[in-house]
């Protein structure tokens, strides 16, 4: 079943702050993040494998509540090039590493 | 390190025509491999996911076929072409025994324009 983003978009000025949340009604195994520029393929950001685990990667992070099926992804101050659509993506137990996208959250980074 | 080739970049074919679309990966052995398909300005649909050769899972039924003749190989068909085929789609792979612990990684993908 197809995780749920919010918001589907988000408009931002360099420097502010963003979140952008994913949440499923089943069991998961895994979360990834991925960002998407026009025209381009999906880059991968960050996987999150444990209840309440968090990661980083420069001003980017992300956390995963495993018991609550819900991650967040958190962009600090926001760089023109964070501009793109993010995806969360979902792995459930026993499904051999299938990943179901969410719809995307655009998100656009202005000067 | 891994490559993930696909091609053609973009094609554009009438309805009915058929469709044969590749991607092909390198320095890895035993992928999971992965069809994705993108409308304009939607999400990302899973297709078709392989776990071994000749081993094909079908997600959405509908006018297109997938096959793994080798094991880094993963072709995507079509007999007759419908307009709704038209989309973006987008091959991917990772690491087969740990899929779900890795990232997947995409070729660039095939714009495909169904007239």
């Known amino acids: 079943q197809q995780p749920v983003q919010s918001p589907q978009a988000v408009i931002l000025r360099e420097g502010e702050d963003a979140v952008i949340n994913c949440s499923s009604s089943?069991?998961?195994?895994?979360v990834h993040w991925y960002r998407q520029k026009h025209g381009e393929a999906p880059v991968f950001l960050m996987i999150l494998l444990k209840g309440g685990e968090q990661k980083g990667h420069e001003k980017i992070s992300a956390s995963f509540n495993e018991k609550k099926q819900q991650s967040s992804l958190y962009l600090t101050a926001s760089q023109l090039s964070y501009s793109g659509t993010y995806f969360c993506g979902t792995t459930q137990y026993n499904q051999g590493g299938k990943l179901i996208f969410g719809q995307g959250t655009e998100l656009s980074v202005k000067p | 390190s891994q490559t993930i080739h696909q091609w053609p970049a973009t094609l554009v074919q009438p309805v009915g025509s058929p469709l044969s679309l590749e991607c092909t990966v390198e320095?890895?052995?035993?992928?999971?491999l992965y069809w994705y398909r993108q409308a304009a300005g939607r999400g990302l649909q899973l297709l078709f996911y392989?776990?071994?050769?000749?081993?094909i899972s079908s997600e959405v039924p509908q006018n297109l076929s997938a096959s793994r003749p080798q094991d880094r190989q993963f072709i995507l068909s079509s007999k007759k072409l419908l307009l709704s085929d038209s989309g973006f789609y987008l091959c991917?792979?990772?690491?087969?025994?740990?899929?779900?612990?890795?990232?997947?990684?995409f070729g660039s993908g095939t714009r495909l324009t169904v007239v």
């Open positions: 392989s776990v071994g050769i000749g081993q």
């Open positions: 991917a792979w990772s690491a087969l025994r740990q899929a779900a612990n890795y990232g997947y990684t």
């Open positions: 089943k069991a998961l195994y895994s």
């Open positions: 320095g890895t052995s035993n992928p999971n």
